[in-house]
């Protein structure tokens, strides 16, 4: 490395992947699930999640008190980690059979 590479505190320049912050980081580490629906009922919740499971994808219910509407059923796929992973759950629940219309990335 020359002296025209390096910066005036004497380190190398960052890289592409070193110029993420600490907070994207940070999230990108966290474990991320895809919630694919909330359900009132606890079955619909279950029968979905037997579907996913059939597609051979980690799948989980969580309930959960949402105020004002009562207790809802959450179906989330996962843990991933990183956006890879995510985007090739996606497309294992599409060739599944699975709406994923509504699908978004809870940590």
């Known amino acids: 490395m020359t002296t025209a590479e390096v910066g005036e505190s004497g380190a190398a320049p960052a890289s592409g992947n ?3 912050s600490a907070a994207a980081e940070a999230e990108e580490a966290t474990p991320a699930y895809l919630q ?3 359900f009132k009922s606890e079955d619909e919740a279950e029968a979905l999640k037997a579907r ?3 597609a051979g994808l980690a799948v989980n219910v969580v309930a959960t008190d949402i105020p004002g509407q009562g207790r809802h059923f959450r179906v ?3 843990p991933f980690s990183g956006q890879d992973a995510l985007a090739a759950a996606k497309n294992q ?3 599944g ?3 994923i219309a509504q699908v978004f990335v809870v940590r």
Request: hydrophobic share 50%.
């Open 97 to 99: 059979g699975v709406d």
């Open 52 to 54: 996913i499971a059939m």
């Open 76 to 78: 989330r796929v996962g």
């Open 93 to 95: 629940l599409r060739h």
């Open 36 to 38: 694919v629906a909330s």
């Open 18 to 20: 070193a110029n993420k």
